[in-house]
């Protein structure tokens, strides 16, 4: 009987797509159990802690398809585990069910792993076929192979501007340095479907970085209060401490580290402070503090100066920038961004470009 290995192997990217976030700092893994060309059981991992996509997979089995399952093949898009972490090792409960055919879409990049599962699988007899959609499997797991590949977070950019190239305009108070917050609201340039969206993917990322500026400007909550799903990790910097406790992102109802330069400011249930140096080294700073911290992804949201420190490091991996139709004349310039973008899409009379600093098919 011949067997099409890539469309089992889609299904599991199917699964394994509604898992991701929740799964964070995991990979989110499909996996798919066949037998004879029929589907006998599926899963895909647990939120974090919980069990992995293929101990869900087979306990999904039926009762009276429980005998079939050392003659089916076992289809996951990322290596299975050989190590004892929050859960026992995939490989072990494979192995214990006697299964002799495996299908990897692509290995572990995990330091843990890394082809031990592998290893472990071929030494107990098993037949493994690695390779199956590798690109597709790495692209679903993209933060996952970059934060362990590269030691930081995958790095989204994004940003508003207007139909003439500008963040905002220019806004006169009567008193800029003692304008109350309530008057500091944010000027929308693009229009709500497209708010919503961002909250969207704030729900998708573990943290979501801000600049000093933006921060004193706009007040922003950095929530996903116009979605469903878990608020990232704010991430704050404040070289001085300029920012006050009256600012909405040290409300502590949400998870929030203040990069610094000040040394005496003590941490709170909700609100840790890390010292960094911001120097020409300030964006490799703030990625080693996420990556201490176990932070897979982060959204930069700006200002202009937080994300052209990035753009000039060469450390991003997509950009998410809206064009709206408003024309300022005057104000903050969008970052200078000279690449090409992707894809272009349209949200009513906006215009959104994505941008990756990787080709769309290559390896991460």
């Known amino acids: 009987m011949s067997v099409n290995h890539e469309t089992f192997m889609r299904r599991c990217l199917e699964l394994a797509q509604n898992g991701l976030r929740a799964a964070m700092p995991n990979p989110s893994v499909g996996a798919v159990l066949v037998h004879e060309g029929r589907i006998i059981g599926e899963g895909n991992t647990s939120p974090y802690g919980g069990p992995?996509?293929?101990?869900?997979?087979?306990?999904?089995?039926?009762?009276?398809?429980?005998?079939?399952?050392?003659?089916?093949?076992?289809?996951?898009?990322?290596?299975?585990?050989?190590?004892?972490?929050?859960?026992?090792?995939?490989?072990?409960?494979?192995?214990?069910?006697?299964?002799?055919?495996?299908?990897?879409?692509?290995?572990?990049?995990?330091?843990?792993?890394?082809?031990?599962?592998?290893?472990?699988?071929?030494?107990?007899?098993k037949n493994v076929i690695v390779g199956v959609l590798e690109k597709e499997c790495r692209e679903m797991n993209r933060r996952f192979f970059t934060f362990h590949e590269k030691q930081r977070p995958y790095i989204i950019l994004k940003w508003a501007e207007s139909a003439d190239g500008f963040l905002s305009p220019n806004r006169m108070f009567d008193d800029p340095t003692n304008a109350s917050l309530e008057e500091k609201k944010p000027v929308w340039i693009t229009n709500p479907y497209s708010r919503q969206l961002v909250h969207k993917w704030?729900?998708?990322?573990?943290?979501?970085?801000?600049?000093?500026?933006?921060?004193?400007?706009d007040n922003p909550q950095l929530d996903v209060r116009d979605w469903t799903g878990p608020d990232p990790v704010r991430i704050i910097l404040d070289r001085t401490g300029k920012i006050s406790d009256s600012h909405s992102v040290k409300n502590q109802k949400i998870k929030t580290i203040v990069l610094t330069e000040k040394t005496d400011l003590a941490n709170l249930d909700n609100l840790l402070y890390e010292t960094v140096a911001f120097d020409s080294n300030l964006p490799t700073a703030i990625l080693e503090v996420l990556y201490r911290h176990n932070l897979l992804s982060v959204i930069v949201e700006g200002g202009r100066k937080t994300l052209q420190t990035f753009i000039d490091a060469g450390l991003w991996d997509e950009a998410r920038v809206f064009k709206g139709k408003a024309i300022f004349n005057e104000g903050t310039k969008a970052p200078v961004f000279d690449v090409v973008p992707y894809r272009k899409e349209r949200i009513l009379d906006d215009e959104l470009l994505i941008f990756r600093s990787y080709g769309q098919h290559d390896n991460i």
């Open 202 to 217: 704030r729900s998708e990322e573990a943290a979501i970085l801000a600049g000093t500026q933006t921060v004193l400007d």
């Open 52 to 125: 992995h996509g293929e101990v869900n997979c087979i306990n999904s089995v039926t009762e009276t398809d429980k005998h079939l399952i050392p003659e089916s093949t076992l289809y996951v898009s990322l290596e299975p585990c050989s190590h004892y972490g929050k859960t026992p090792p995939c490989c072990d409960l494979i192995i214990r069910h006697e299964i002799k055919n495996i299908i990897v879409g692509t290995i572990d990049p995990n330091e843990k792993v890394a082809g031990n599962g592998i290893r472990k699988l071929e030494e107990a007899g």
